[in-house]
């Protein structure tokens, strides 16, 4: 069964620091691995979706990279901003008997302090 | 470009009732998710579908259900409520079939069972 894990939990650093999250899963065969952020009270937005194939994925001040064979991914944020406060989770897709399920990450608790 | 929208945003409903949610899709896509999030369980994956099919499922008994209609509008139903049913429930929708495509989610409909 996979499972994501992400640590830490909660995160709180100053304003422009870069600063990595973490994203761990247990099976390697994926199809893909997603990035997403939460605002409080709100959905989610999709940051960064990489493929199985591919090892990063970049937009803007975010980058994204995969590491299959060690079940690992880490979301890396340049300069942090106030703005970029949020819940931050991460998804791996899998295929089950030619289904796809996504799997969610319990997510990290990301803080700028101005 | 109007986003995806949920209704009703807040519902409250009593142990053993049912409840009908309903999600509009982004102008164009044709895939609908949903998802159950609770503190406890985080972030969930129900179902998705595909042209007025269920093409993925996760692992929730049969009280969920859902359908999609024509004009790519879906509804979920909950029969039988428990208490623990109750979470925020998300749908988001996307252009393609599957999870290779970026997904744009909803704001939610916060569903308490009492």
């Known amino acids: 069964k996979q499972e994501v894990t992400q640590i830490p939990a909660a995160l709180s650093v100053p304003e422009g620091e870069n600063l990595v999250l973490n994203c761990s899963f247990t099976d390697s065969a994926i199809y893909n691995l997603q990035w997403f952020r939460q605002d409080p009270g709100k959905g989610l937005t999709s940051l960064l979706l990489?493929?199985?194939?591919?090892r990063e994925q970049t937009s803007g001040r975010l980058n994204a990279s995969l590491d299959k064979s060690s079940g690992r991914s880490t979301l890396y944020i340049a300069a942090s901003q106030p703005g970029d406060s949020a819940t931050y989770l991460c998804?791996?897709?899998?295929?089950?008997?030619?289904?796809?399920?996504?799997?969610f990450g319990q997510g990290t608790r990301l803080t700028i302090n101005p | 470009k109007a986003g995806v929208t949920q209704t009703p945003r807040y519902l409250i409903k009593t142990r053993g009732q049912q409840v009908t949610l309903s999600c509009s899709p982004i102008s164009g896509h044709r895939s609908v998710s949903w998802y159950q999030q609770t503190p406890g369980q985080g972030l969930q994956f129900l179902f998705e579908?595909?042209?007025?099919?269920?093409?993925n499922k996760g692992n929730f008994p049969g009280r969920f259900s859902g359908r999609q209609f024509s004009n790519s509008r879906s509804e979920m139903n909950v029969s039988t409520l428990e208490l623990g049913d109750s979470a925020l429930y998300l749908c988001a929708s996307s252009r393609g079939q599957g999870f290779s495509y970026e997904q744009y989610f909803g704001p939610g409909t916060r569903l308490t069972v009492t």
């Open positions: 579908y595909f042209s007025e099919t269920q093409r």
């Open positions: 990489i493929q199985s194939s591919q």
């Open positions: 998804a791996v897709t899998v295929v089950i008997q030619g289904a796809q399920k996504l799997v």
